[in-house]
C-alpha cells in the first residue's frame, strides 16, 4: 500500500515557466512534508518541507503548498531552470522520524 | 552544518564476497542511522533502522542475516552486504534524523554493483 504517491513519472516544462510537481498521500497521521531533488547516483539534496499545521511555505523559487482536506501537496518552482532537471521526491514523516518516500517525478526543463 | 560522510561512494564485487558501507556522522552525534536503498527509476525504500547500543529494527522482508547493520558508536553505522548477488546491486544511502535543515542528513550514497 503506497502511502505517498506521485503519479506523475515525468514531467517536461520550458524554460522560465512554472514546474508543478504533485504529491498525494494516504495516511492522515503525517504531520510532516519534504520535497527532495536527486540526481542519480547522488544522496537526495533537501528542498523545503511544510508542517500539517502550515498550509504554506515559501523559499526563494519554491514553494510547497499543503491541502489538508485533498491529502495533497505540491511543489511550485518558479521560474523554472535548466539546472532544476532532476528527479523530485516527496517525503513524509508522522513524527517518529522515519520518512515514507513516494516514487519520483523526474522534471526535464527544456531551453 | 551536520554532515553525513558515507563510503565507499561506489563498489563494484564479486558474487559470494561482502562488502561493508560506513556512514559516520560529522560534527554531531547520531543515535539513529536510516539505511536505504533505490532501484533504477525508484523510489528510496528503509531497509532498517540502526540505533547505537542495540539491535538494528529491519523492515519487512529485508534479511538480517544478509544485511548485516552495527552501530558501533555515536559517530559511526555500517551495513555489510553478505555472500553478494547481482540482486543486490543497487544504491545504498543512510540518513541520520534530527540534523539538517529538513531534520535529516543524507549520506552521499553507494553504487553497488555485484557481478
Known amino acids: 500500500d503506497q502511502q505517498v504517491k506521485q503519479n506523475s513519472p515525468s514531467l517536461s516544462v520550458q524554460e522560465g515557466r512554472i514546474s508543478i510537481l504533485n504529491c498525494d498521500y494516504t495516511?492522515?497521521?503525517?504531520?510532516?512534508f519534504l520535497w527532495y531533488k536527486k540526481y542519480p547516483a547522488e544522496g537526495p539534496t533537501f528542498l523545503i518541507s511544510?508542517?500539517?499545521i502550515k498550509d504554506k511555505n515559501e523559499d526563494g523559487r519554491f514553494t510547497v503548498f499543503l491541502n489538508k482536506s485533498a491529502k495533497h501537496l505540491s511543489l511550485h518552482i518558479v521560474p523554472s531552470q535548466p539546472g532544476d532537471s532532476a528527479v523530485y521526491f516527496c517525503?513524509?514523516?508522522?513524527?517518529?522520524?522515519?520518512?515514507?518516500w513516494g516514487a519520483g517525478t523526474k522534471l526535464i526543463i527544456k531551453p | 552544518g551536520a554532515v553525513v560522510s558515507q563510503h565507499p561512494s561506489w563498489v563494484i564485487c564479486k558474487s559470494g564476497t561482502s562488502v561493508k558501507i560506513e556512514c559516520r556522522s560529522l560534527d554531531f552525534q547520531a543515535t539513529t542511522m536510516f539505511w536505504y536503498r533505490q532501484f533504477p527509476k525508484q523510489s528510496l525504500m528503509l531497509m532498517a533502522t540502526s540505533n547505537e547500543g542495540s539491535k538494528a529494527t529491519y523492515e519487512q522482508g529485508v534479511e538480517k542475516d544478509k544485511f548485516l547493520i552495527n552501530h558501533a558508536s555515536l559517530t559511526l553505522s555500517t551495513l555489510t552486504v553478505t555472500s553478494a548477488h547481482p540482486e543486490d546491486s543497487s544504491f545504498y544511502i543512510c540518513?541520520?534524523?534530527?540534523?539538517?535543515?529538513?531534520?535529516?542528513?543524507f549520506g552521499s550514497g553507494t553504487r553497488l554493483t555485484v557481478v
Open positions: 495516511n492522515s497521521m503525517f504531520d510532516y
Open positions: 540518513s541520520a534524523p534530527g540534523q539538517g535543515g529538513s531534520g535529516y542528513t
Open positions: 511544510i508542517s500539517s
Open positions: 517525503a513524509a514523516s508522522a513524527s517518529n522520524y522515519q520518512l515514507i
